[in-house]
């Protein structure tokens, strides 16, 4: 068995969940022994569910072997919420842990838009700039719009 063949096959339980959970545009590729998926996911909960998929598989994302590109489709319902660190920019993430790559930053009181409230920990969301990713929700403070 070749070995783009195991990494495939480590990881069909999640590419067939973005297939059938309606992911757009999707594209599975290796690169130097690192499965890369792409696409746009229909909502914040099908993005939440292939990260769930993706560490049942892989626990803690160790073994540095996937790169989820997935992002929420620009349409999707969304509320907003203000950064509230104490003075800093919030960092956001490529997945939901601290152990993710910091993919952009929200700045002290940036609105940001939250795509979906993945737990009581980290919710998936958007900024001005359309950086998307996932941040510490204690740091975040749902804003009612008028």
């Known amino acids: 068995m070749s070995f783009s063949q195991s990494l495939q096959d480590k990881y069909k339980e999640l590419t067939l969940a973005a297939q059938i959970s ?9 690169q130097e022994g690192v499965l890369y998926i792409d696409g746009v996911a229909p909502s914040g909960e099908v993005k939440d569910m292939l990260w769930n998929v993706y560490d049942k598989l892989d626990p803690n994302f160790l ?5 989820m590109n997935v992002n929420v489709v620009a349409t999707a ?4 919420a203000k950064v509230t660190t104490e003075r800093s920019n919030l960092n956001i993430r490529k997945g939901p842990g601290t152990d993710q790559p910091i993919v952009g930053k929200a700045a002290h009181h940036e609105i ?6 993945t737990s009581e920990l980290w919710w998936l969301i958007r900024t001005k700039d359309n950086e998307e990713g996932y941040a510490y929700a204690q740091y975040l403070t749902p ?3 008028e």
Do not use: H, I, N, Y
Request: aromatic share 0%; net charge negative; charged share 20%.
């Open 77 to 80: 319902p969304v509320t907003k």
């Open 63 to 67: 073994s540095g072997d996937l790169v």
């Open 112 to 117: 940001v838009t939250v795509v979906s409230q």
């Open 22 to 30: 309606g992911v757009a545009d999707l594209q599975v590729r290796e």
């Open 143 to 145: 804003v009612v719009e």
